[in-house]
């Protein structure tokens, strides 16, 4: 069943491409806003890494490795940012042990279960093309659980991201607003898995929010241009992976990439322009 | 050196009042039974020598560091039970610039009512007041669009004091707001702070080298060296210590770095 859209999007399997990339691509660069706040710009990508050591464990298990990726990537990145705030550890350093640890135990795990299949592949990179009409209504409800907690919390976890300890003496609950911000994004980084693959997911939370705050002149406009250039790298992405047969999870990312450079190039010619 | 010597009894209890409190890392001591206490409507000035333990002692002050002997209280409970946590405002000693991505001066200020009236709450019509009255106290309302990292560092400091201003609290505790700011931008501090503290009772403890700013405002001046209180009275009696806030100001700098 599919639904009366123009090229290149009238066929069913380019309609559940679109639906999940919808929905990573709005969620996953306003999550990465609150992130590079907060610098922590390479959670995502530890958060990714130890959702593949997941994936691997579900395949090794039998069970689904979507799921077994969001209860380790959840947990993982709870931890992290536990770490973090008792202050045991340093943001990078916490993520660089987990971002190891994450991808070692994939590989060991992906070992035990046979040799590397294709089942592992799938989410190393992505396969938003052959996303069936479930995985597509599952990372749908995730993206719009997403939005629903950001409209609610996104004043909160500003203030938490811009000065930690000043939110801690308003008496803003900083440790559970952070964990909170973790969780999601581990629940971002499992909805993205299928649309641009764990090794990916880290450049559609950040990349947009690069263009974004080159074009915006406040935090506001800059969660709105994040999400928009989010949507519109999906779009034209697809769009290019359909046209000239590219994979569609590297050339979404490229995309974005692409964005990033011209909105570097026009913020430059802006500011020599203006008068000192 | 004179210790002040407080009302037996008061109806309104202290803002803030520490007794006994000693801190330490590890082994190395910062604070040792410090006793002090600011009133409602207090403006009190915190020195010292680098060193010897401003920071830590606002940070314990705060809630921020738990202390390891003596008692901590704002407005009269242990900080980690006080429940309308927004009658404290803190402007940190290096205020975060948020250089990482473009924030408005008003969005700055308006997360400082965000605890005061819920998290999950959206900003009522009470809340935009507070953020106005915030923003025209540090005479910035005209700059309120404007992304905070296009401003020069005083103006900076204006924004995050607006920010602690804007829950309207009943003690501010400022940690070094005047260091290295323009003239323009001092007076501009003090008018905020003192029209706070003399028209709506709140509470000051200001952190400062830098006192000539506010000497003639000043109620009490408290000196730490050696993580000890070792003077705590009305600035007119540093004066007879040949000390003087006002005119010289380097003097009061100069004589924290001398001799104990």
């Known amino acids: ?79 992290i940012e536990w770490l973090r705030l008792r202050r045991r550890a340093s943001g990078d350093l916490a993520l660089a042990v987990f971002f190891y640890t994450g991808i070692a135990g994939g590989v060991v795990l992906t070992g035990l279960a046979g040799s590397l299949n294709s089942g592992v592949l799938t989410y190393l990179f992505g396969s938003v093309l052959t ?22 919390t996104w004043r909160a976890l500003f203030a938490v991201a811009m000065d930690e300890e000043a939110a801690r003496v ?13 969780a999601l994004t581990a629940v971002t980084v499992v909805a993205a898995m299928r649309v641009v693959g764990v090794l990916l997911v880290a450049a559609l939370m950040v990349l947009p929010v690069g263009s974004a705050q080159r074009l915006a002149r406040s935090f506001g ?15 034209v992405g697809l769009t290019l992976a359909r046209a000239a047969a590219l994979a569609p999870g590297g050339t979404i990312v490229l995309v974005a990439a692409a964005m990033f450079t011209v909105t570097a190039a026009v913020d430059l010619g802006r500011r020599r322009a203006r008068p000192h | 050196m004179p210790l002040s010597q407080g009302p ?26 410090v006793s002090l206490r600011v009133e409602p409507g207090e403006f009190v000035a915190l020195a010292g020598p680098n060193g010897s333990g ?86 910035l309302a005209d700059r309120r669009r404007t992304p905070i990292v296009e401003l020069s560092g005083g103006q900076q400091q204006r924004v995050f004091i607006a920010r602690a201003l804007a829950s309207e609290p009943e003690l501010l505790v400022l940690d070094e707001p005047i260091a290295g700011v323009d003239a323009e931008s001092q ?74």
């Not at chain 1, 996303?131 to 609610?152: Q, Y």
């Not at chain 2, 560091?65 to 006080?82: I, K, M, S, W």
């Not at chain 2, 473009?102 to 009522?124: D, F, I, K």
Request: with cysteine; charged share 20%; proline share 6%.
């Open chain 1, 221 to 235: 406009a800059t969660l709105r241009w994040a999400a928009a250039i989010g949507l519109g790298s999906v779009i």
């Open chain 1, 170 to 182: 308003a008496g803003l609950p900083v440790d559970a607003l952070s964990l909170g911000l973790a």
């Open chain 1, 131 to 152: 996303v069936s009409p479930g995985d597509a209504f599952g990372i749908c409800v995730l993206g719009v659980a997403i939005l629903a907690v950001l409209a609610v």
């Open chain 2, 54 to 139: 401003k920071s830590t002692l606002v940070r314990v002050a705060l809630g921020l560091a738990p202390p390891q002997g003596g008692e901590v209280r704002l407005f009269g409970e242990p900080p980690d039970r006080l429940e309308d946590r927004w009658r404290v405002g803190y402007v940190p000693q290096r205020a975060v610039v948020v250089d990482q991505l473009p924030a408005t001066v008003e969005e700055v200020v308006a997360s400082g009512c965000v605890a005061r009236r819920g998290w999950a709450r959206r900003p009522a019509a009470a809340d935009r007041a507070r953020v106005e009255r915030a923003l025209d106290v540090v005479a």
């Open chain 1, 1 to 79: 069943m599919s639904l009366p859209l123009p090229w290149p999007f009238e066929r069913e399997y380019m309609q559940l491409a679109l639906a999940s990339g919808v929905a990573v691509g709005a969620c996953a660069p306003l999550i990465g806003t609150f992130l590079v706040q907060k610098r922590l710009s390479l959670m995502g990508d530890g958060v990714g890494h130890m959702a593949f050591a997941g994936v691997a464990a579900g395949l090794l298990m039998g069970v689904s490795p979507l799921w077994m990726a969001l209860v380790v990537a959840v947990a993982g990145a709870m931890t």
């Open chain 2, 187 to 260: 007076e501009r501090f003090r008018h905020a702070v003192v029209t706070r503290c003399r028209s709506e009772g709140v509470a000051v403890l200001l952190v400062s080298h830098e006192l000539g700013a506010v000497a003639d405002d000043l109620d009490r001046v408290i000196v730490l060296r050696g993580g000890t209180v070792v003077f705590d009275a009305p600035p007119s009696d540093l004066t007879a210590e040949g000390v003087s806030l006002g005119i010289h100001r380097h003097d009061l700098p100069v004589w924290l770095e001398g001799p104990g």
């Open chain 2, 8 to 33: 037996a009894a008061n109806a309104r209890p202290d803002a803030l009042r520490l007794d006994g409190v000693g801190f330490s890392y590890g082994r190395h001591g910062v604070l040792d039974d």
